[in-house]
């Protein structure tokens, strides 16, 4: 009894050092993987790092009657927030001669900041100080990527904590985040989208101060 006891723990043993070897290879490929993967995002969006020239546009289902179009060209910078189909608001900055204005259109307002508005940052799904070897790995070993199309674009769907961001495959840019998030103490899922990126196509035209003619000044 006891050497059919002893051969039977062997077995099991064995059995569980197999499946622990086979977890840890199957471990060690996913983590390559997700290596490959995240190194070639970082590649990509790092082209993005220093451009002057950008366009995107942002839609929030927290905000769903308001779409932000984002500009910049060199030190001029314009956002405008379209509510309800028809412009609402024109942020414009040029950071060069530090004039910054509020432009409400409806209430033909202009208000005129003192203050330096802060840098805007290009929603990038890194940034460049954390476009690192360690940096990547760790992310490698704790991130699920899955793969699917959005709007007819191949993607990567990154699963963090939570939030999951879909990653145009050619282009390394968001395209797409759900993020998990509290509103009046009810867990809900916040859907942001990116769209109709556009680099190096702005023209002096395009971000041209607007004509405030007319309307009342404040400070």
């Not at 006891?2 to 099991?12: A, S």
């Not at 060199?74 to 309800?84: L, M, Q, R």
């Not at 495959?169 to 998030?181: R, Y």
């Not at 971000?207 to 009342?216: A, G, M, V």
Request: include cysteine; hydrophobic fraction near 35%; charge should be neutral.
């Amino acid at each position: 009894m006891e050497v059919k006891k002893d051969n039977t723990m062997k077995k099991v043993k064995k059995m569980f050092s197999i499946i622990l070897i086979l977890f840890i290879i199957c471990f060690i490929f996913y983590t390559i993987r997700n290596f490959i993967i995240y190194s070639s995002i970082y590649s990509k969006v790092s082209l993005y790092y220093n451009t002057n020239n950008v366009y995107y546009e942002k839609y929030s289902s927290a905000e769903p009657e308001k779409l932000i179009k984002y500009s910049k060209l060199n030190d001029f910078e314009k956002i405008e927030t379209v509510k309800n189909n028809s412009i609402y608001l024109i942020n414009w900055n040029d950071f060069s001669n530090n004039e910054f204005l509020d432009i409400f259109i409806k209430d033909n307002v202009v208000v005129n900041r003192d203050k330096k508005p802060e840098t805007h940052n290009l929603p990038l799904f890194v940034v460049k100080e954390d476009n690192s070897f360690t940096n990547k790995f760790m992310k490698s070993m704790s991130t699920l990527i899955t793969t699917e199309k959005f709007e007819e674009s191949d993607c990567y769907v990154i699963t963090q904590s939570m939030q999951k961001t879909w990653i145009e495959k050619e282009t390394g840019l968001i395209l797409k985040i759900e993020q998990k998030t509290k509103i009046n103490d009810e867990e809900k899922i916040v859907t942001i989208i990116y769209s109709n990126w556009k680099f190096d196509e702005l023209t002096n035209e395009d971000i041209k101060k607007p004509n405030t003619d007319n309307y009342l000044i404040k400070k």
